[in-house]
């Protein structure tokens, strides 16, 4: 069993950044695929942005391209989402998912609003 705890979110200005923080518990971290999706209001959750297990390899939506880095640190057990340049748009809940062959697990989500 794996539990994902998010932290890092809160109230930005347009133009400003955040690092979102995803702090795993739980064995075989090492092994998961790691992502972030978020929910904007109104609106279906969408993948953000992915990390290979070692951390060689990320995919980041054409969206947040060229804004947003995903990165993780294994010996933290720990996976990081970037964000900077925010826009209003960006505004969402933000969630953190692992996933290692048929396991899913997901955390409780951090709230991300970008306004002036």
């Known amino acids: 069993q794996v539990q994902l705890v998010e932290s890092g979110g809160g109230l930005v200005q347009p133009g400003g950044s955040l690092r979102l923080s995803c702090a795993a518990s739980g064995n075989f971290f090492s092994s998961y695929y790691m992502s972030w999706y978020r929910r904007a209001p109104g609106a279906e959750r969408v993948l953000v942005a992915t990390i290979t297990s070692t951390g060689v390899s990320t995919n980041i939506a054409d969206s947040v391209k060229g804004r947003f880095t995903i990165s993780r640190d294994n010996a933290k057990n720990t996976v990081y989402l970037q964000m900077n340049s925010l826009k209003p748009e960006d505004t969402a809940i933000y969630y953190c998912?692992?996933?290692?062959?048929?396991?899913?697990?997901w955390g409780q989500g951090t709230q991300v609003t970008v306004s002036s």
């Open positions: 998912h692992g996933r290692r062959m048929s396991d899913n697990y």
